[in-house]
């Protein structure tokens, strides 16, 4: 086994023992869908850390994510957060950006966010609020009441992010959330991602653009397969000179010659 | 606020702004105001115009009298339809056949007058009514035909928009996001809840064209005494039909995945709703029939026959409690079915899901 190809959980141990609380784990998942697309995948998330979670289609990255946030239900294994296993009540608290965009066409762009807001149980003044923050964030200002059908997919992506962040999640799990979205809202999207990790929160997304995994992310996963075939900080998985993407085309070539 | 009447408000409040919902109950007001004022439009007159020539007006109430010159210009006025008939002499001058109400009420007069003329006084026989008059009973067939027409165009198009709601929700995949922060019973609860408010509110609007209309057609004075109770139950049975065939279309619509499906996965509800609606016509006619008071205890068919049964006649008092215990006990068994089914459905995007696989599923 090469350094880099490990269970990334044991990169958690140079923490304070204090955080641990606000980890977010999967343990030994796997999941079939006739075929086995989860070949028991462990993957650990620190407070405060972004974890980008890399690898070809089809390698189950959505399906672990789908798993995470409840939405299907692993055949073996585990979802952990601050060391109990993942509940409904837990999950309210986390922000979820699908891989397939769904939300209220006829809704109007503030009213949706809010309206989210509410129902992960922010008050109206807390979800206005918050709903304005992020509209004036996210660029969509001037859209605020007009309707999701009427705006650009790149905007309503927008929107679809401001509802994964309006009710400040403890968790962030986002589906590739950087897809569709111009380099000024990449930036955006980033420094806001990077903002929500500092106040301690974990940060998991999936992406294909391994550069700008590379920048923003502190450690990251590259699964293939449906295993974990390399993980660890930006930093170790490049110590031995390589960029992501060479460490990430070995990994998935690697697998498929087994 | 609670989850679910988060969802019951946002339900409220986007199909309340529709265009769809305005016209909507605009062409229900026009409809039901319209057949309100019908058969003040088509029936006979209350009063009529008649006319002589060379002889006086006879006693008849509610009559108004014109005097003609001659046969010539009454004959005028009469094709012109200005005037019903024209006395002339002996002659009763009338265009095509006498309307016989008016031939009778004519007779009588002219005879009351001879005999008046002679010497003698003779007194009227007073009818006294100890039923509904014909008039009533007319009267109560035509609201009774109102609450079919409602009842079934709202029992059909509120749960359809519950069902169009749960296959945008499954569609787009929003309910993977809800999901995250609502249970499944909040969603569905929250859904059938506002759109039912929807449908009270249309059926609310309804109610007042009626009442209006009656009032301002006179038709008012006709209605049965028991009115306010019938439009009560029409409101309890609409509540009732509805729970039942929104947890219905909600379980069929969490089938499907696109709107354009959403059609023909509603067919078995639409075909209940369709017999319930024959029967219901049928009751119309004949609302005592072994027919109509079978199926008025059976649900969900009761939902509709029955109200139009006490619309149209007056049924027993057990009859409605049988009915009414057996219909909520529906309404609840299919609640919790229908929640089962679209719990398990509404998140297996894709192709068609069938019931079987998703009844069996644990």
Known sequence: MSPEVADIGVYCCHLPLGTLGGMLETVELRKSFGRPVLDGVSLAVRPGEVFGFVGANGAGKTTTMRIVMGVLTPDGGEVRWQGEPLDFAARRTFGYLPEERGLYQKMRVAEQITYFGRLHGLTPQAAARATGALVERLGLAERANETVQALSLGNQQRVQLAVALVHDPAVLVLDEPFSGLDPLAVDALGEVLRERARGGVPVIFSSHQLELVERLCDSVGIIANGRIVAGGTVDELRAGGRTLTEIFRQAAMGEAAK | ?362
């Open chain 2, 1 to 362: 606020m609670n989850a679910l009447l988060l969802v019951a408000r946002r339900e409220i409040v986007a199909q309340v702004r529709t265009r769809a919902f305005a016209i909507g109950l605009a062409v229900m007001v026009l409809l039901v105001g319209g057949a309100t004022f019908a058969p003040k439009l088509f029936g006979g007159p209350d009063s009529y115009a008649l006319g002589t020539v060379g002889t006086s007006a006879l006693q008849i109430q509610d009559a108004k009298w014109t005097t003609y010159r001659d046969e010539a210009s009454a004959t005028k006025a009469l094709k012109d339809g200005d005037v019903d008939a024209v006395i002339a002499g002996k002659k009763v001058l009338s265009n095509g056949e006498l309307d016989p109400k008016l031939d009778a009420l004519l007779q009588s007069a002219n005879a009351q007058a001879q005999i008046k003329a002679a010497g003698l006084t003779i007194t009227p026989l007073n009818v006294v009514s100890v039923g509904p008059g014909a008039d009533a009973e007319h009267t109560r067939r035509g609201l009774a035909f109102i609450v079919v027409l409602v009842l079934f165009m709202l029992i059909i198009s509120t749960p359809m928009m519950v069902a169009m709601g749960v296959v945008e929700e499954k569609g787009s995949r929003i309910v993977e996001i809800l999901f995250t922060t609502v249970r499944p019973w909040q969603l569905l609860g929250g859904k059938i809840l506002g759109l039912g408010a929807v449908g009270l509110i249309n059926l609310a609007g309804v109610i007042a064209a009626g009442l209006v209309a009656a009032t301002a057609s006179g038709l008012a004075a006709d209605l049965p005494p028991g009115l306010a109770g019938i439009v009560a139950g029409v409101v309890v049975w609409f509540i009732l039909g509805y729970t039942f065939f929104a947890a219905l279309a909600a379980a069929l619509g969490s089938l499907v995945s696109r709107q354009e499906e959403v059609g023909n996965a509603l067919a078995p509800m639409t075909t209940l709703i369709v017999v319930a609606y024959g029967v219901a016509f049928y009751a119309l006619g004949d609302p005592g029939s072994t027919v109509a008071r079978v199926v008025s205890l059976l649900p969900p068919f009761s939902a509709i026959v029955m109200p139009v049964r006490t619309a149209a006649a007056d049924v027993a008092l057990w009859e409605v409690a049988v009915s009414g215990v057996l219909l909520l006990a529906a309404v609840a068994g299919i609640v919790l079915l229908g929640a089962r089914i679209y719990e398990r459905a509404v998140l297996r995007t894709g192709a068609r899901v069938r019931i079987g696989d998703v009844l069996k599923s644990s």
